[in-house]
């Protein structure tokens, strides 16, 4: 496959993704923002404000990796999403992070709100769709990060505590919304899905417990 249909293949993976996202509500207005790897040195992002269930090929952009000022963007003048970095620093912690996920949906912003600290999940049969767990009796401490416009400060701070946890398969933002990856778009999306089934659970056993 040549870099044009590379490019056309991963942004049609990304917009039927967004379709599914948006259809589960987790991406409401022009909320969220996904991205995959093209090669060692790019990736195709969403451009900034676009509707992620309405993606179609004239949305998305070509991002340098190693490019801090996002003058390698493609086309020139392109404005990728707000949140590029997040995705940038997450492709150079290492070859297996294929795609990067970005939702906003109703669980993952309520509870990173109620739980600055951390949310905890374990007891769940579906976290074995995550990597690393093979128990329902594991137990995930997602992490919340407080919320920053400032997004390559945030992009640095999520970095640090990620390379002192590796293997740690997602994060909240705190009020906004969940981050997740996988080596392709297929396994991000599963773990999306997985993320948010869960979450949702979460919410649900605390609203019922109360
Ligand atoms: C529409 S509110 C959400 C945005 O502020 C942002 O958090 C977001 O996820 C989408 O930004 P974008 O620049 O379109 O990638
Ligand atoms: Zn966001």
């Known amino acids: 496959m040549d870099g044009m249909e590379q490019m056309g293949a991963r942004g049609e993976e990304l917009s039927r ?6 259809d589960r509500g987790w991406v409401p207005a022009t909320a969220g923002n996904f991205s995959a790897r093209l090669d060692a040195r790019h990736m195709v992002i969403t451009a900034s404000g676009r509707h992620k269930g309405e993606l179609g090929a004239g949305d998305f952009l070509v991002v340098g990796l190693e490019d801090e000022t996002l003058k390698d963007v493609r086309p020139p003048g392109g404005k990728p999403s707000a949140e590029t970095a997040l995705h940038l620093r997450r492709y150079r912690s ?14 993952a912003t309520v509870l990173s709100r ?9 007891g769940y049969e579906v976290l074995k769709a995550l990597p690393g767990v093979d ?12 919320n920053d416009q400032d997004i390559p400060r945030l992009a640095a701070r999520v970095e640090a505590h990620l390379s002192a946890h590796p293997g740690l398969p997602g994060y909240l933002i705190e009020g906004h919304g969940l981050y997740t990856w996988g080596r392709s778009v297929a396994e991000a999306r599963r773990h999306v899905e997985a993320f948010e089934f869960l979450l949702a659970c979460e919410l649900e056993v605390r609203r019922l417990s109360r």
Request: aromatic residues 8%; without cysteine; glycine residues 14%.
């Open 17 to 22: 993704a967004g379709r599914l996202f948006f």
């Open 94 to 107: 290492g070859p297996d992070v294929g795609a990067v996920l970005h939702t906003h949906s109703l669980a």
């Open 114 to 122: 109620l739980n600055p600290g951390g949310v905890v999940l374990e």
């Open 135 to 146: 128990s329902h009796t594991a137990r995930l401490e997602v992490p919340v990060f407080g």
